[in-house]
């Protein structure tokens, strides 16, 4: 089992920039694939961003791709999501998730852990 704790949320302007970082305790943090997720309200959660063990793939949602960057550190036990260029529809709770799957994958049921969210406000 692993615990995971998101911080970096807060208020920004649209076009400023946010880092988020999820720390993980427990089992070996290198065992899990990552991701992060959002949800906004009266919203489905959806992801955002995955990574494998490694760290050497990465995939996005394509509503972020080109401005939000994910990338773990397996020595320090976290995942951390880069966003920039943000937008007011980015305005949601993201939380950071851990899949037992080599592969984390783009669906809420392909992560097994999950975080309790942090909020990000994007001002118009």
């Known amino acids: 089992q692993v615990q995971l704790l998101e911080s970096g949320g807060g208020l920004v302007q649209a076009g400023g920039s946010l880092r988020l970082s999820c720390a993980a305790s427990g089992r070996t943090f290198s065992s899990y694939a990552m991701g992060w997720f959002r949800q906004a309200p009266g919203k489905e959660r959806e992801f955002v961003a995955g990574v494998n063990l490694s760290g050497g793939t990465t995939y996005y949602a394509n509503s972020v791709k080109g401005r939000f960057t994910i990338s773990r550190d397996n020595a320090k036990s976290t995942v951390s999501l880069q966003m920039n260029s943000l937008k007011p529809e980015d305005t949601a709770v993201y939380y950071c998730?851990?899949?037992?799957?080599?592969?984390?994958?783009?669906?809420?049921?392909?992560?097994?852990?999950w975080g309790q969210g942090t909020q990000v406000t994007v001002s118009s």
């Open positions: 998730a851990a899949s037992q799957r080599l592969y984390g994958g783009y669906e809420k049921y392909e992560y097994d852990y």
